[in-house]
């Protein structure tokens, strides 16, 4: 049974910066795509960034530049480092497998999402 464990979301500043973690469980961590969803209040769930298995990384445009994926397969976890945080990144983020990512798709294990506020 696949699990995804994310911590890391909180309260920052404009400009400011954070980290996600999620820790992924349930075997084959090394073959498996990895990505981070987040739904702004009120809105659809989007795409934010992805990591292929391989290592390539690939990135929703609004965060372009600012964000960055990354995994570390010894520890069976992937991040999201979120730096020049704005406003319009506040939303619950969540930690998704096994992604498509060519199509920015998300699969079907989730986690329980982690709360990220920008505030002025």
């Known amino acids: 049974q696949v699990q995804l464990d994310e911590s890391g979301g909180g309260l920052v500043q404009i400009g400011g910066s954070l980290r996600l973690s999620c820790v992924y469980s349930g075997g084959f961590f090394s073959s498996i795509n990895m990505g981070w969803f987040r739904q702004p209040p009120g809105k659809e769930r989007e795409f934010v960034a992805a990591v292929s298995w391989s290592g390539r990384t690939f990135y929703g445009d609004s965060v372009k530049g600012r964000f960055t994926i990354s995994r570390d397969s010894a520890k069976n976890a992937v991040y999201l480092q979120m730096n020049s945080l704005k406003p319009d990144d506040t939303a619950v983020y969540y930690c998704?497998?096994?992604?498509?990512?060519?199509?920015?798709?998300?699969?079907?294990?989730w986690g329980q999402g982690t709360q990220v506020t920008v505030s002025s």
């Open positions: 998704n497998a096994p992604v498509t990512v060519t199509e920015a798709k998300p699969g079907n294990y």
